[in-house]
């Protein structure tokens, strides 16, 4: 089974700028996580989609959202780039809907870079 | 905020020895999982213990789980130059909707296993 897909894996912005990342969950996984990680503030969640519903969110501000298709693929998209932005974007998949019961499995990430 | 704190920070064996890392956590958990992370890549999936599970072994890894002292730890055994890696704990809280698709990661341990 292939595994978490991530497009694309490096992306150079600048401020003010938006970005679109991709994610391809795991065949058969309908729960897609968002997650930022940077060496200041370690991985954190962005927020979660199941069957095209944002089902939580984490503490970012409203210029990063997200969406999902009905083949379970999602999008993060973020607006207004500002240099603190700069962080791998993670996406994880999860097969168990349940809240609590979270066996993630995670793409490669997608590596930003504000300027 | 990190839920997960890993102990030690950073951590230098020898080829063939052991290497042990903890995790200590807050809240009440579904289970906890460990991940592992080379160089800024994705997060790749080692193992998983249930709440109800006191220990669990995978290959050269095992896991310990101790939820009247919130806390986990992982052991690898005759460790390979191979194993040097970041390594998180991440929490699946058990707090309801507000856990959905949503994972808590300490700030991880760095393993360096010396050739």
């Keep these: 089974k292939a595994g978490v897909t991530q497009t694309p894996r490096y992306l150079i912005k600048t401020r003010g700028q938006q970005v679109t990342l991709s994610c391809s969950p795991i065949s058969g996984h309908r729960s897609v996580s968002w997650y930022q990680q940077t060496p200041g503030q370690g991985l954190q969640f962005l927020f979660e989609y199941f069957s095209e519903t944002q089902r939580n969110k984490g503490n970012f501000p409203g210029r990063f959202s997200g969406r999902q298709f009905s083949n379970s693929r999602s999008e993060m998209n973020v607006s207004t780039l500002e240099l603190g932005d700069s962080a791998l974007y993670l996406c994880a998949s999860s097969l168990t809907p349940l809240a609590g019961y979270n066996e993630q499995f995670f793409g490669p990430g997608t590596r930003l870079t504000v300027l | ?115």
């Design chain 2, 1 to 115: 905020s990190q839920q997960g704190e890993e102990d030690p920070q950073a951590l230098s064996i020898q080829e063939g020895e052991n290497a042990t890392m903890n995790c200590s956590y807050k809240t009440s958990i579904n289970n906890l999982q460990w991940y592992r992370q080379n160089s800024g890549r994705g997060l790749v999936h080692l193992i998983l213990i249930r709440s109800n599970e006191r220990e669990k072994h995978s290959g050269r890894l095992r896991v310990t789980l101790d939820t009247s002292k919130k806390s986990s730890s992982l052991l690898i055994t005759a460790s390979r130059a191979a194993d040097t890696a970041s390594y998180f704990c991440a929490t699946d809280a058990r707090a309801g909707g507000t856990s959905y698709g949503k994972l808590t990661f300490g700030q991880g341990t760095i393993l360096t296993v010396h050739p």
